[in-house]
């Protein structure tokens, strides 16, 4: 017989419990002391640590987390100018093996500009170099890297949204799901909804497989595209169809109305992929003409003007944002983004009061994945370097960590710790209360996943 596993001492909605777990579920919760482990149980000491339902992130990119294990950052916080840039790439060049590529990613032009493959020879000529701007929808190639993919000798090194043409041209790069894994468990996520819209059964494949093999220790849930064909992965559980609404060309809206009705043909709902106003009128519109059904969600929701509120509100659609963007990239946006759109900009508070449902993700890896980074961005609504943006967006702590405990099937219904419910757990070093006037990763002290440790940090 599987062991019991005991959480002894943990704290629990203000007092202290002793929690059993049986079957991949919760047993028992009695006060302190009541459980009595016997000698065939596995006992996790809280030493009055809180222990919440396990975290999940709402909106993630698996594969990419995975692809992003060992490339070079160079974001804005990663490299100031573009001499920092330079020396990273020339750096990073110098360590690698004959032929082997430089994969760099989180380019924003604040950093140096606008990249092509002129001025990334500039810095390195003599190495395959990649850029991935941090939006991950443009690759810059310098004339190395260019070179080897057969790109014509006249072309710029610019790639916007040419994931699949550049993948089959560039050396296979070993995904590391298994680094991805330990680094959610680690925060204390026991699930995740990847939004990538592959319609590559091979993709989903690789997916199941990760979760079958031990790999990749949470729950995961995948969206894809309408065309992405039933497989048999038991692993991975579906959710909505993701729809593409492009930042900068929309879809004609008879196209967008049948790719909802495709997915509506497949008995599913819709993440809609929302960043510009635009986008989100266009969406809006879209789903007046096809109608609502649960679980459609618009994903990003970076633009949302309050005349948009109540058609949110009346369709029943949830925002799956990401407030990290406020702090990661908000000094970007109060210098970047048209005057008009920024009090609109990455909405929490003002959503959560009209009766919008709103969820968190990270968009990892083009956000951190660090949900505790989350918390903190969504109450402090502070920009790295210290400025307020939106400061009538920021939610309590405590709500902003609700936002992080639904379910994938049901975003914004947090989970309980109580008696039967699924063992996914995330026990903390120190009190709630404590950890949510300073929400910090490394409070994390242990990730169980359906009765099994998957993350302790001692």
């Not at 604040?110 to 690759?139: I, K, N, T, Y």
């Not at 319609?199 to 031990?214: C, H, I, Q």
């Not at 633009?303 to 990239?329: I, K, N």
């Not at 099937?409 to 757990?425: K, N, S, Y």
Request: proline content about 6%; aromatic content about 4%.
């Amino acid at each position: 017989m599987t062991p019991r596993l005991v959480v002894v001492d943990a704290e629990l909605r203000g007092q202290r419990v002793d929690v059993v777990i049986a079957g991949g579920s919760l047993a028992a919760i009695v006060p302190t002391g009541g459980a009595r482990p016997s000698g065939d149980d596995l006992v996790v000491p809280a030493a009055g640590g809180a222990l919440l339902p396990g975290l999940h992130d709402h909106h993630l990119h698996l594969l990419a987390m995975a692809a992003a294990v060992g490339s070079v950052a160079v974001g804005p916080v990663d490299v100031a100018d573009s001499d920092a840039l330079a020396a990273r790439l020339h750096a990073a060049a110098g360590e690698a093996t004959r032929g082997e590529w430089v994969r760099a990613i989180g380019y924003h032009e604040s950093v140096a500009g606008e990249l092509d493959r002129h001025v990334l020879d500039g810095f390195v000529a003599d190495c395959p170099v990649r850029v991935q701007h941090r939006s991950g929808a443009m690759w810059v190639l310098n004339s190395a890297a260019l070179a080897a993919v057969g790109a014509s000798a006249d072309h710029d090194g610019r790639f916007l949204r040419a994931d699949g043409w550049l993948r089959e041209r560039m050396p296979h790069h070993p995904l590391d799901l298994a680094a991805v894994g330990r680094r959610l468990a680690g925060y204390g996520v026991t699930g995740v909804t990847d939004l990538t819209p592959t319609s590559d059964p091979a993709e989903v494949a690789l997916l199941g497989a990760a979760v079958a093999n031990g790999d990749l220790r949470v729950a995961v849930t995948i969206t894809g595209s309408a065309d992405l064909p039933a497989t048999q992965t038991p692993q991975l559980a579906r959710g909505p169809v993701k729809v593409v609404v492009g930042d900068h060309e929309l879809p004609s809206l008879d196209d967008l109305i049948a790719r909802f009705q495709a997915a509506r043909r497949l008995g599913r709902a819709v993440a809609v992929h929302c960043v510009t106003r635009e986008a989100l009128v266009l969406a809006l519109v879209a789903w007046q003409e096809v109608g609502a059904v649960r679980g459609d969600r618009v994903e990003h929701g970076a633009v949302v003007p309050p005349e948009l509120f109540a058609d949110l509100a009346g369709l029943g659609l949830t925002v799956v944002t990401q407030p990290s963007f406020v702090h990661e990239r908000g000094d970007q946006y109060l210098t970047d983004v048209d005057l008009a759109d920024r009090p609109h900009l990455w909405r929490c508070g003002s959503l959560v009061d009209a009766g919008v449902g709103v969820a968190f993700g990270s968009d990892a890896p083009y956000g951190s994945a660090d949900p505790w980074a989350m918390i903190r961005a969504a109450a402090q609504r502070r920009t790295a370097a210290g400025q307020v943006l939106g400061a009538h967006e920021a939610l309590s702590a405590t709500d902003a960590l609700a936002r992080l405990h639904g379910s994938a099937a049901q975003p914004t219904r947090p989970r309980e710790v109580v008696v039967g419910a699924p063992a996914d757990l995330c026990l903390l070093d120190r009190p709630l209360t404590e950890m949510l006037a300073t929400p910090d990763a490394l409070a994390v002290c242990a990730t169980i996943v359906g009765g099994n440790v998957v993350f302790s940090r001692s």
